[in-house]
Each structure stands twice: as structure tokens, then as C-alpha cells.
């Protein structure tokens, strides 16, 4: 076969008189009957669902549609698993110091008591990405595992979360709605499930040293899980702080910015508009941080997301290949629930000392 994609769908947008094949690179010899923005919407996924990758050329005064594979990027699981691994173990390490005093230099055999703490947010920040992945691979899309940032003594929780990386083009907007908002979902309903566990386990035998309470904003969704499931104790239960995080994590992605996943989620519903939205994002989080220091508040959180939204949203955001057809009303509404969930997860001041 010389052909690896239908001439009945080529045809009524590039109308092909002869096929070369020369066992790696594919040429169809034609007469566009679109424009190229139009052509390439078309035709893309046929060709991605068969690891082609598509460019219009004029070879010798002669229109060509060039089909050549899609380059694979070499998976390295083993980079992912370190870093899973190595993400455990400092999230471990953290939920050990900061919820049971432990000193990992005097007794470090007593560091295993972080790991229920390092299991809970591993597996929030995990069902979050891995729901990524699948939803790619659904779409046709090319994502990498999952990567675990580990971040001992900076971050308070000692990570910084996970990503995956899109390999390719992007379909169309609902492909890019779907993948957008299938972390958030499922890591939030992670989150739901950790945080229910958490108010319901016994409080813990030690806390924090004195002189280093920190108080724990209260976000809308964590406190009517409250209201339903009363907490144990007064002091927050190392499992219910690990849903506590993934509602923060969770409020972050969900902000409209960029390559966010509320990014993602907003490209998709309002188009190129949204560049708009992801600019004021930022300078409204610094803004409101600056407003808070100057009040003797912990307003340094919202200037550090507001300075790392700012470099989201100079990124921009790649378009997708058919970018003309609008979604349909169920993810219309869906996304709209999605930055509704945003601002119940979200707390202006999640610590203060």
C-alpha cells in the first residue's frame, strides 16, 4: 500500500494525482482545494492516529502533502521513577519533622512516621497527573509519564507536585478541554477522599514545637467537609493536611493562566480571547499579596504564585490544530463548575505564622 489515510478523506481537500513511497516518507502530488489552515484541520488526526505527521509543501512547482512519522521522544521511565521515589522520600522526611518532631540527624529511624503523610500526597498528586496521561493517550495525544519534583526544605510539604509534558500538536479544543480538566477532577476528588480519612482518624501523639504553630487557611470546600465529617481533633491530622494540599494544588491548576489547566480549560472555551484573562490573573494575585504585607499579613504567598503565574502567562499557549469548532454545551458547563471549584479550593492565605 502506498497510501496509509483514505483517499475519500484527502481528496475533498487536497485532491491527489499521484502517491510516492519510498518506505519512510510519504508524498501526495496535488491541487489543494482549501486553505492550509483548513487542510491541516482536517487531515491531522487521520494521519496522527496512524504516527504521521503532516506538512504542505511546493516542491519543483508542485503542491506536495508530505506524511512523515512522528518522531518518537525516547522514554526514560526510569528518570520518572527516581523521581518518584526520591519526591517520597523527601515528603516523607517533611511529614515526619513537621507533624512529629522527629530529628532526622539524632533518630532517623523514626522517619517512617511521615510515610502515611508521603503515601496520601503521593497519591493526590499522582491520581491529578496520571489522569492527564490517560486522557492524552484517549485523545490521541502524546504525553510523558508523569514527573515528581521533589523539593526538601523549601516547599513546606517538601515538593513541589508533578507534571507530564504534551509531545505534539493539539487537536482541537476539545481535546484540549479534556485533558485540561481531567487532572483537576480526579485530583480533586482525591483530595475529598484523603481529606474525609484525614477528619476521621485519631489525633497524633505529637505536634508541632512550640513557637512554630502555624495556622492552616480554611478553604470553602475543606470547611463544609467539616461541617459533614467532624474532625477528630483540633490539631489538623497529617492525612487531612494532605488533602488540605491537594485542594491548594488543585486551586492553582485551576487558575486561568497559560499552560495551566485552568489555561487549558479557558483556551478552550474562549479562544484566543483568553490571553486577556491570563495576563490580569497574575498582577491581580500580586496585587492583592502586595495589599496583604502591607497589612501585616503572609501576603508572600499570593506574590510568589502571582510572579509564577506571571512567567505561565508569558509562555502563551499553543494553538490547537482545529481551533474554529467551539465545545459543546455539557463542557461549556462543565468548565464553568471547574473555576467554580477554583475559588472553593482556594484560600488568599493559606499559612500564617
Given at each position: 500500500m502506498t497510501d496509509i489515510v483514505s483517499l475519500d478523506a484527502i481528496n475533498p481537500v487536497f485532491h491527489v494525482y499521484e502517491i510516492r513511497n519510498d518506505g519512510i516518507t510519504i508524498r501526495y502530488y496535488g491541487e489543494p482545494q482549501v486553505d492550509a489552515q483548513t487542510l491541516y484541520?482536517?487531515?491531522?488526526?487521520?494521519?496522527?492516529?496512524?504516527?504521521?505527521?503532516?506538512?504542505?509543501?511546493?516542491?519543483?512547482?508542485?503542491?506536495?502533502?508530505?506524511?512523515?512519522?512522528?518522531?518518537e521522544e525516547r522514554e526514560r521511565p526510569y528518570i520518572n521513577l527516581a523521581l518518584a521515589v526520591i519526591t517520597a522520600l523527601t515528603v516523607t522526611v517533611t511529614g515526619a519533622v513537621l507533624f512529629y518532631e522527629v530529628n532526622p540527624l539524632v533518630n532517623p529511624l523514626l522517619l517512617y512516621k511521615g510515610l502515611p503523610f508521603a503515601a496520601a500526597v503521593m497519591f493526590v498528586l499522582g491520581s491529578h497527573e496520571l489522569a492527564h496521561y490517560f486522557m492524552s493517550k484517549r485523545r490521541g495525544m502524546k504525553a510523558s509519564l508523569p514527573y515528581f519534583i521533589p523539593l526538601p526544605f523549601i516547599s513546606p510539604v517538601g515538593t513541589l507536585g508533578a507534571m507530564i509534558k504534551l509531545r505534539g500538536a493539539i487537536p482541537d479544543r476539545k481535546s484540549l478541554f479534556d485533558v485540561g480538566i481531567a487532572g483537576p477532577l480526579v485530583g480533586l476528588g482525591a483530595s475529598i477522599v484523603v481529606t474525609i480519612i484525614g477528619l476521621t482518624l485519631p489525633p497524633i501523639?505529637?505536634?508541632?514545637?512550640?513557637?512554630?504553630?502555624?495556622?492552616?487557611?480554611?478553604?470553602i470546600l475543606f470547611g463544609l467537609i467539616e461541617q459533614v465529617v467532624p474532625s477528630t481533633s483540633s490539631v489538623m491530622h497529617p492525612i487531612a493536611f494532605a488533602g488540605w494540599i491537594g485542594m491548594l494544588i488543585t486551586s492553582l491548576n485551576l487558575l486561568p493562566v497559560g499552560q495551566l489547566d485552568g489555561g487549558h480549560i479557558a483556551r478552550a472555551l474562549s479562544g484566543e480571547k483568553t490571553v486577556y484573562i491570563s495576563a490580569a490573573v497574575p498582577l491581580l494575585l500580586l496585587a492583592t499579596g502586595t495589599y496583604y504585607s502591607l497589612n501585616g499579613l503572609n501576603g508572600e504567598t499570593l506574590m510568589f504564585w502571582g510572579f509564577f503565574t506571571l512567567l505561565f502567562a508569558a509562555g502563551g499557549h499553543p494553538q490547537p490544530i482545529n481551533d474554529m469548532k467551539r465545545l459543546d454545551t455539557k463542557r461549556v458547563i462543565l468548565g464553568i463548575i471547574a473555576f467554580g471549584l477554583c475559588v472553593a479550593c482556594f484560600t488568599p492565605l493559606p499559612l500564617q505564622a
Open positions: 484541520r482536517s487531515l491531522w488526526n487521520d494521519f496522527n492516529q496512524k504516527g504521521y505527521h503532516i506538512e504542505l509543501k511546493r516542491e519543483h512547482g508542485e503542491f506536495v502533502l508530505v506524511a512523515r512519522p512522528a518522531a501523639t505529637a505536634g508541632p514545637p512550640q513557637g512554630q504553630t502555624i495556622a492552616v487557611g480554611v478553604p
